[in-house]
Structure formats: C-alpha cells, structure tokens
C-alpha cells in the first residue's frame, strides 16, 4: 500500500497543479465576469454548468486519442513533452506578467458569442477552460498514466479540477470584491510561476532520452 501511495501521489500532484494552473480559474475570473454581466443569475448558473460540461468532455476525449493521434503523425511523447513545455512556459510567463493569454479567446471570439448567446461552449468551455496548453497537458499526462490505476488517478484529477473551476467561477463575484484585482493577480503570478517551473521539467524530461540517444550513437 505505501509503495502504491509514493507511486501514486507524485502522479496527483504533477497532473493537478499542472492541470489547475493551466485552465487558471482564478485568473480567467475577472474575464469570465465580464462574458457573463449581461445575464442572471439562473443564467449564470446554468452557462457556467454548461462550459464546465463542455470543457469536461473536450479534455477526455484529448485524453483518450492523444495516443491515436501520437501514432497517426508519428510524434514522440519525448517530442511532446518538449513543444507542450514550451507552451506551457509562454502561457505561464503571461500569467506572470497578469495577461491573458492569446491561446484562450479573441476578442472577436467573444464578440460572436454574445451575439448568439452560446457563450457557454465557446469562448467559455472552449478555449477559456479546454483551451490548448489544458488540452496538450492531458494528451501528455494521459500517456504517462500507465497503470490503471494511474489512470483512474488521472480521470479523478480532471474531475476535480473542473468541480474546483466550476466552485471557483461560481465565486468568481465574491472573490473579486474580498480580494480585489490585485489579489487575484497576485494568486495568478503565483501560479504562472509555478506553470513555468513545470514546463522546464517538461522539457527537461523531454530532451533527457533525446540527448542520452545522441550519446550512445557516438
């Protein structure tokens, strides 16, 4: 059992911080805020359920093709790791720097989907919460789950951070009125951080087996 649990719990961690630092719940709050002013609250309740859902599905479905689609364009996970390290550390430096990120919605994005009132799938679902460093990160994780119950590990972890995220916007109102701009900056900064120091591993692990390959053919 304790061999399982050193296993195991290292796994949770790496995917949950990775994973909740990347869809950023707490940064997205004051844009999130802002895409949902117009409605009530039922109405908010039921867009935030629904991109939630939305965005629930998108990452497990990512997650169980991300070995079909390393297959189809014959990409290694080492090559993976690699690029989604370097994602990562882009959107971790803008987190850093308390920007939004490019890789999450456009402003014409947003524009369209006040106009048709489907906010709820896009831009909330996808790419503010799915959005691709979330996606690239569950592709990579899924693929080192390698047991099953680093599987079942991994699929709870999604989970948990959507609920989290979904609790998070819900409160998104109250924590920018006990916290203010500049605390939720602050938590973001801190985050970003955290992101850019796991994309560095990420690239580390990634060019390790790389490098040590070029060794041996010398």
Known sequence: MADIFQQLFPFFLLAFSSLFTLVNPIGLSPTFLSLISDFGEHEKKRITRKGII?????????????????SFFGITLHAFRIAGGILFFKIGLNMLESKVSRTKSTPKESEEAQSKDEIAYTPIGIPLIAGPGAITSVMILSSEASTVSMKIVF????????????????????????????????????????????????????????????????
């Open 155 to 218: 699929f709870s972890t999604i989970f948990i951070v959507m609920i989290l995220t979904y609790f998070i916007f819900m409160t998104a109102d109250y924590m920018s009125k006990r916290f203010g701009t500049t605390g939720l900056r602050i938590l973001q900064r801190i985050m970003g951080l955290i992101l850019m120091v796991i994309a560095v591993q990420f690239v580390i692990d990634g060019l390790t087996p790389v490098i040590k390959g070029w060794i041996g053919t010398i």
């Open 54 to 70: 939305t965005a629930t599905v998108v990452l497990i479905i990512f997650s169980l093709i991300g070995n079909l689609i390393f």
